[in-house]
């Protein structure tokens, strides 16, 4: 960061003279607040996906979920002549055998509930509480950034981590499904059979669904991260707070909260593999994603702007 960015409003730079000139005879520039601009902020935006994808534990964190769908392949693959019984569950894993493009689903349907929401609360988690614990909020607010386009910059990356890990997830089963099991027409679970085009425009259409169903769990992230200053605290609360509305979330007896909870149309995806789509239930959960992100988008913003960064 040059000294430009880092000396507070109104300040010359250090070598200036009384008349306004440093010693080499250049005139020295007053720095002040900077417009608040679509370049500013994309500028602010490529900082944050720096931040955030350079980070070993990203890497880490993203390799696993480019991992798991191989190991369910590799599992699926090993007991293909076992029998099944049971549920729609193992059914919608069955389906693997028969075509390698539903591994996509199938990895997808078992990262969502568990895996994905882990790496998102772990990234969102840090994402100011982190910067507050090494202190270079505090120079990122003198240089200065705004601190409503620095959260606006901050959860956007977020979202930009979503699609990534929901992509890793997506790739990965998609290319372990092609080397483990045929290809070809997709027998959806509706029972209707779609050419291979249809049902791979269907696969990016759920990967894309997924992804999206995250950000109520990026603005959550988010707001924790602005109520502490140490971002293991931030993370481990945050991941916490999806372990704990996942298990509310399987107790009948709170049908009434149920359709409140975050969690609960993560997999209404699933719908989107019927002739035709069924949309009610997908509609509900980006419904209800949007005003997560309303409600703690506001409350981080509050609480952001008004926070004292003394660190």
């Not at 910067?131 to 386009?149: D, F, I, K, Q, S």
């Not at 909260?257 to 989107?272: C, I, K, N, Q």
Request: hydrophobic share 55%.
């Amino acid at each position: 960061m040059s000294q430009a960015e880092t000396a507070p409003s109104g300040a010359t730079l250090p070598g200036a003279t009384a008349s306004g000139s440093t010693a080499s005879g250049v005139p020295a520039v007053a720095v002040g607040r900077r417009p608040q601009t679509a370049a500013g902020f994309l500028a602010l935006f490529r900082n944050e996906l720096h931040l955030t994808f350079r980070r070993m534990r990203t890497k880490v964190l993203l390799g696993i979920l480019a991992v798991l769908p191989v190991l369910i392949g590799v599992v699926v693959k090993l007991n293909t002549d076992s029998p099944h019984e049971g549920g729609g569950g193992v059914n919608f894993i069955a389906q693997t055998t028969q075509n390698g493009l539903f591994l996509v689903f199938t990895a997808l349907a078992v990262a969502l509930p568990v895996f994905l929401p882990m790496t998102v609360g772990v990234v969102a988690g840090d994402s100011v509480a982190g910067e507050a614990a090494t202190g270079t909020l505090r120079y990122l607010l003198v240089a200065p950034a705004g601190r409503t386009r620095l959260l606006a910059a901050k959860f956007t990356a977020g979202l930009v981590f979503c699609l990534a890990a929901t992509a890793a997830v997506a790739l990965a089963a998609l290319a372990t499904g092609a080397a483990l099991f045929p290809l070809g027409e997709v027998t959806l679970i509706s029972g209707d059979t779609i050419g291979f085009g249809d049902a791979l425009l269907r696969a990016v259409l759920v990967a894309g669904v997924v992804a999206v169903s995250l950000s109520g769990l990026v603005a959550i992230g988010l707001f924790v991260s602005t109520l502490t200053g140490s971002g293991i605290a931030a993370m481990a609360a945050t991941v916490g707070l999806v372990v704990t509305v996942q298990i509310l979330d399987a107790f009948p007896q709170l049908d009434a909260v149920r359709p409140f909870l975050f969690t609960h149309y993560w997999l209404s995806f699933a719908d989107l593999l019927r002739e035709p789509m069924y949309w009610d239930s997908v509609w509900k959960d980006l419904g209800l994603q949007a005003a997560y992100v309303a409600v703690f988008g506001a409350a981080a913003w509050s609480r952001f702007t008004s926070r004292d960064i003394s660190a």
